[in-house]
């Protein structure tokens, strides 16, 4: 045991106070350390979904800074390169129901805006499109053979 993952493993123990015994179990089978490319492929990961969630999160921001609540919508990013510089934002509206109010009308053209400059500026990271699905909620109109209120059709 003249390895160095054994030395790290018992400095470990007597730094944080835990005996060897509790530690790893006798029965335990011995793993060999991590390669680097494996250490580096993991950081990376890391890395990346940590810039995901950057992302996510502003996007929730410039939303609320708009008025639109988080239940209103569904946010994904996407990681367009490696390194996790480069992103692409999905934003799916969800149905609302009808006893729900609205609230004001994003204006996506806006919010597309101040997404792709608030990442470049505050994080420091590029995004490259903003995707929407479905119509916002406040914007969505009735349809044709829908009746009015006063019990007449809305057509011609």
Same mark, same amino acid.
């Given at each position: 045991?003249?390895? %160095? ?6 400095? %470990?123990?007597?730094? /944080? ?39 996510? +999160? ?5 939303? #609320?800074?708009?008025? &639109? ?10 990681? +367009? ?6 992103? #692409? ?19 996506? /053209?806006? #919010? ?10 505050? #994080?420091? +990271?590029?995004?490259?499109? &903003? ?7 406040? /914007? ?17």
């Amino acid at each position: 045991m003249g390895s %160095w993952s054994s030395w790290w493993r018992r400095w %470990w123990d007597r730094a /944080t106070g835990r005996s060897r015994a509790r530690a790893e179990p006798a029965h335990a089978p011995r793993r060999d350390p991590p390669s680097a490319d494996g250490d580096a492929a993991a950081a990376a990961s890391r890395l990346r979904r940590c810039q995901r969630e950057r992302v996510a +999160l502003l996007v929730r921001e410039v939303m #609320l800074r708009h008025g &639109v609540l988080s239940g209103r919508y569904r946010v994904r990013v996407l990681s +367009l390169d490696r390194e996790g510089q480069q992103h #692409l934002v999905l934003i799916d509206w969800l149905p609302q129901p009808a006893s729900m109010a609205a609230g004001p009308a994003p204006h996506p /053209t806006r #919010l597309e805006a101040q997404v792709r400059d608030d990442a470049l500026q505050l #994080l420091g +990271l590029q995004v490259r499109a &903003v995707y929407w699905r479905g119509d916002p909620p406040a /914007t969505q109109r009735p349809r044709p053979d829908a009746r009015r209120p006063d019990g007449e059709h809305s057509g011609a």
